[in-house]
C-alpha cells in the first residue's frame, strides 16, 4: 500500500556508513546537466516551430525570388543560386518544372499580365522567357554584358523590360523573341524600374543616385532625377502610384522620395529610415505607403500628408514587403527567418510566420489572396495560410 510524507507516519532519518559505500564513480562537472542547457534545448525546439503548410525543396542553394502567376493561385515561379528556375504548385509536391539553360544565379522571376509567360532573369545577363501551359522555353533574351538585376512585364503586353549591372536598361518582344531597344545614360548598375501601370513611361533606379524616367516608344530619356534635393547614395528599390503620376524611390541612404514622373519633380522626401531602404510599396487601398530597411523597420506612411502613421520594430532587417491583396496588412520577409503581418492601422504585429532558417529574400501573395509564399538563403520556399487576413 503506497503512503504519503502526509500520512501521520513518523520517518527516521538514514545515515551511511563507510561500510555501506559499494563503489565510488568520478564525474566529470562538465558531463552533468544544467538548466542553462535545458533551457537552449527548449529555445531551438521552439525555433523548429514551422508554421507553412507547403515547402518547395527542389533548388540546392540559396534562393532569392519568387513570383505568384496572377492567374492562376496554385502557380509559383522560383530562382536561386543554384542557376536554376522552377515553376511549381501549391499543394501538388509531385509537380515541378525545371527553368533550366541559366549559367549563374537566377535573380528575377517575373509572370506576363495574362499569365502565360514567366522570365528569368540571371546574372549570366540572360533571360529565358518560358510558356507557362505548354512547359517550353519559348525565347532566350540576351544583349546586357553583366547580371540581370530585375525583371518586368508591360501591365498589356508581352514586352520584357530588365536592368542590368552593366548600366543598361533592356527591352524586348517575347511573341515575336525580338530586341526592341536599350536605354543608355545610368553610370552604374541598374538596381530597380519598372512600367507605369498605363504602359506609356518607364522609370529606372541605378547605383548612380538617379531616377531616370524614360519614352519607351522613341527611347528618349524625359528626366534625369539626381543632385541635392535627392538622394545622396544608390538607389534600391521604386514603386509607382496606379495613376502613373507619381513613383516612390527608397535609397541606401535612409531616405525616401516622392517624385512627379510628369515633371521630373521631387515633390516630398519621407525621413525616418536611418540604413538603407531595401524595400517599398504602395497601398493598393489607401493613400499609404510602406517601407522596409536595414534599420530594423517597416515604417506605414501618410502620403497625402507626408507623415509616418506608425514604425514597426523587428528584430533584425527587413529585406522585402508586400501588402496583403486590398486589406490593410501589409507582411514583411526579415532577415531573421522570420515573416511577420502586420496591422497598418494599429503598427501591431498580429502574426509571426516561422519555418525558415536563414534571412528571407522574398514575398509574393497568390492571386486568391489566400497564400503568402516566402524564399529564403535556406534553400526554400515555404507557403503561409493567410486567409483570415483578406
Not at 539553360?101 to 537566377?106: C, I, T
Not at 524600374?193 to 547605383?207: A, L, N, V
Not at 503581418?341 to 528571407?360: A, F, M, N, Y
Request: with cysteine.
Amino acid at each position: 500500500m503506497s503512503t504519503t510524507a502526509n500520512d501521520g507516519e513518523d520517518h527516521e532519518e538514514v545515515y551511511l556508513e563507510e561500510d555501506d559505500i559499494i563503489d565510488e564513480i568520478n564525474v566529470d562537472e562538465e558531463d552533468l546537466p544544467d538548466a542553462d542547457s535545458d533551457a537552449d534545448a527548449d529555445a531551438e525546439a521552439f525555433d523548429e516551430a514551422d508554421d507553412s503548410m507547403h515547402i518547395f525543396t527542389g533548388h540546392t542553394g540559396e534562393l532569392y525570388t519568387v513570383a505568384c502567376s496572377p492567374t492562376d493561385a496554385q502557380m509559383v515561379a522560383t530562382g536561386g543560386g543554384d542557376d536554376k528556375g522552377f515553376l511549381w504548385k501549391i499543394g501538388q509536391g509531385d509537380w515541378a518544372l525545371e527553368l533550366q539553360g541559366h549559367k549563374d544565379s537566377v535573380s528575377c522571376v517575373a509572370f506576363s499580365y495574362d499569365g502565360q509567360l514567366v522570365a528569368s532573369g540571371g546574372f549570366d545577363g540572360v533571360i529565358q522567357v518560358w510558356d507557362v501551359s505548354l512547359g517550353t522555353l519559348k525565347c532566350t533574351l540576351d544583349g546586357p554584358r553583366a547580371g540581370i538585376e530585375w525583371v518586368r512585364w508591360h501591365p498589356r503586353g508581352h514586352i520584357v523590360l530588365a536592368g542590368s549591372e552593366d548600366s543598361t536598361v533592356w527591352m524586348w518582344n517575347a511573341d515575336r523573341c525580338a530586341y526592341l531597344m536599350s536605354f543608355s545614360g545610368h553610370s552604374s548598375s541598374v538596381t530597380c524600374g519598372d512600367f507605369t501601370p498605363d504602359g506609356k513611361t518607364i522609370c529606372t533606379g541605378s547605383d548612380d543616385a538617379s531616377l531616370r524616367i524614360w519614352n519607351p516608344k522613341t527611347g528618349e530619356n524625359i528626366h534625369v532625377v539626381k543632385g541635392h534635393f535627392y538622394h545622396a547614395d544608390g538607389l534600391t528599390c521604386l514603386t509607382i502610384s496606379a495613376d502613373s503620376s507619381l513613383v516612390l524611390t527608397g535609397s541606401k541612404d535612409g531616405s525616401v522620395h516622392i517624385v512627379n514622373i510628369a515633371t521630373g519633380k521631387v515633390v516630398s522626401s519621407l525621413a525616418s529610415h536611418t540604413e538603407s531602404v531595401e524595400c517599398i510599396a504602395l497601398s493598393p487601398s489607401t493613400p499609404w505607403a510602406a517601407t522596409g530597411g536595414m534599420d530594423q523597420k517597416l515604417i506605414i506612411w501618410d502620403l497625402q500628408h507626408s507623415l509616418a502613421r506608425c514604425t514597426c520594430e523587428h528584430e533584425d532587417g527587413v529585406a522585402c514587403l508586400t501588402w496583403l491583396g486590398g486589406s490593410r496588412y501589409v507582411a514583411t520577409g526579415c532577415v531573421d527567418g522570420r515573416v511577420r503581418i502586420w496591422d497598418s492601422l494599429s503598427g501591431e504585429c498580429v502574426k509571426t510566420l516561422r519555418g525558415h532558417t536563414g534571412p528571407i529574400q522574398s514575398l509574393a501573395v497568390s492571386p486568391d489572396g489566400t497564400r503568402l509564399v516566402s524564399v529564403a538563403l535556406d534553400e526554400t520556399a515555404r507557403v503561409f495560410e493567410i486567409d483570415e487576413f483578406r
